[in-house]
């Protein structure tokens, strides 16, 4: 069996389904079971934030069906593939004329049978109408709490909390960390880096919100929280006042957002001085030695093209150019190829199921306070309580996690687009996932001036 692997991010404001990295390695794994090949992953994402209605992989992945490249297909669950009964009778369409085998996590979706039909059918259906519902559920409390412009546990950096005489809880500014918020936007505005402001900030031994540490992301997304100009947000977008006191001018507010959000910037937020693709992580073929790039120069009136040099016995020295080619052909046929995959899935330290598991649990009582707020069996201040300790929980095992995941570039190369996602990832990671996955060896040149790529040695690392 020729088995493509379809993953889908969906749109799904709270995060309860799936992440389109587990699908793919339960996926794998079921693929595995059944020795099918895998020759193909397909992943959407439809948490973009127009939501648009065309998913390029799944036409991509219909096509390969139609085409006869692929003949089995494994999802996590019949709702992954398919998001509406019609999509669902386009794949039973499509099975029945080519023969197309479908497999979900456990289970087998046999779309060949008229009960294999109707089991799918009423699958989808199920999973459609639970969707609709916890999501319907879900969003009103949550929804009712941010729109009442009700501040969550704490008071955020640079604010303080009081109550007012009618009871409610209010935040205004701290003096000092509003001040210190705003000389860092001023700072930034005006075209400090944030690693400057955060550095400057530990040498003055200026306290950070809950630590002593300045770090640029957090430092980050305190300039971009709408509190600071008084204002609430639901789902990234300001749905009113907060129950605060604005503390930094919109003026400001605005600039600041403007250059975060600067897609230019973002780009080149990774901001290393830009090194070469291999140096210090090619060795020299004689004696191990690290190799060094020099750039390109004159040497007696002769152009000297820019080469990697080993800076140890100083007897191997190559042109950069034809090395950095080979080495990134090689890395690309390897993060195109499904069974590297594989092979990091088998690779996680333990540490992660269980992070996951801990991170479904919390879902589930989440999910469970919630149907017992709908039901009525529990109030929306129970709610409220069991969410206020619940969240915090959740978005630190969810952190973790992302922690542990962001560990590994690697899985975010991985799969048929490789090729275009290394085009766009920063030179740091690059190099990175160099070092992850190979050692390379430059051997000196032979006679003769013709480049030799066997000459260039390559060893993958297990
Ligand atoms: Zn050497």
Not at 308 to 321: A, G, I, M, N, T
Not at 408 to 426: F, S, T, V, Y
């Amino acid at each position: 069996m020729r088995a493509g692997i379809y993953a889908r991010i969906s749109h799904d404001p709270f995060e309860t389904t799936l992440g389109v990295q587990r699908q793919i390695e339960d996926c794998t794994k079921e693929a595995k079971r059944r020795n099918w090949e895998i020759v193909e992953i397909y992943q959407d994402n439809d948490v973009s934030a127009t939501r648009s209605k065309v998913r390029p992989e799944y036409q991509r992945m219909l096509s390969d069906v139609a085409q006869g490249h692929i003949n089995a297909m494994v999802v996590w669950d019949i709702d992954r593939l398919t998001r509406t009964p019609r999509e669902l009778e386009d794949i039973i369409d499509l099975a029945d004329k080519m023969n197309l085998s479908m497999a979900n996590v456990g289970g087998e979706i046999d779309l060949s049978t008229p009960q294999g039909k109707l089991t799918a059918r009423i699958k989808g259906n199920v999973a459609r109408h639970e969707a609709e519902q916890m999501s319907r559920r879900l969003q009103r409390a949550f929804q009712q709490r941010a729109l009442s412009g009700k501040p969550h546990s704490y008071a955020p950096y640079g604010f303080e909390r009081i109550t007012r005489e009618d009871g409610t809880k209010w935040d205004i500014a701290n003096r000092e960390q509003a001040d210190v918020l705003n000389e860092a936007a001023e700072r930034y505005a005006s075209g400090e880096s944030l690693r400057s402001i955060c550095q400057d900030f530990m040498r003055r031994g200026i306290p950070a919100a809950k630590t002593d540490k300045w770090a640029t992301t957090s430092l980050r997304q305190m300039f971009l929280r709408p509190v600071n100009i008084g204002m609430r947000q639901h789902k990234g977008v300001i749905v009113g006042k907060a129950n605060a006191d604005p503390i930094m001018s919109e003026d400001l507010y605005n600039q600041v957002c403007a250059r975060l959000t600067d897609p230019e910037r973002i780009k080149h937020a990774y901001g290393r001085t830009p090194r070469q693709l291999l140096s210090a992580i090619a060795q020299c073929g004689l004696c191990g030695g690290k190799m060094r790039y020099s750039k390109a120069t004159e040497y007696r009136g002769k152009k000297v093209p820019a080469q990697y040099d080993c800076k140890e016995c100083f007897k191997v020295r190559r042109k950069s150019e034809p090395i950095d080619q080979i080495v990134t052909g090689a890395v690309l046929g390897r993060l195109k190829d499904p069974k590297l995959l594989v092979a990091l899935a088998k690779d996680t330290s333990g540490e992660l199921p269980r992070l996951r598991e801990r991170l479904d649990g919390l879902k589930a009582r989440l999910d469970i306070a919630a149907d017992q707020f709908a039901d009525g069996t529990i109030t929306g201040e129970q709610l409220k309580r069991i969410n206020s300790k619940l969240i915090p929980d959740m978005e630190d095992t969810k952190k973790r996690i992302g922690h542990l995941q962001g560990s590994n570039p690697i899985i975010g190369l991985i799969g048929a687009n490789a090729a275009e996602r290394w085009e766009n990832a920063p030179l740091e990671i690059r190099r990175q996932v160099i070092q992850e996955l190979m050692t390379v060896m430059i051997m000196p040149a032979g006679a003769g001036g013709k480049f030799n790529p066997e000459l260039i040695k390559i060893e993958w690392k297990a």
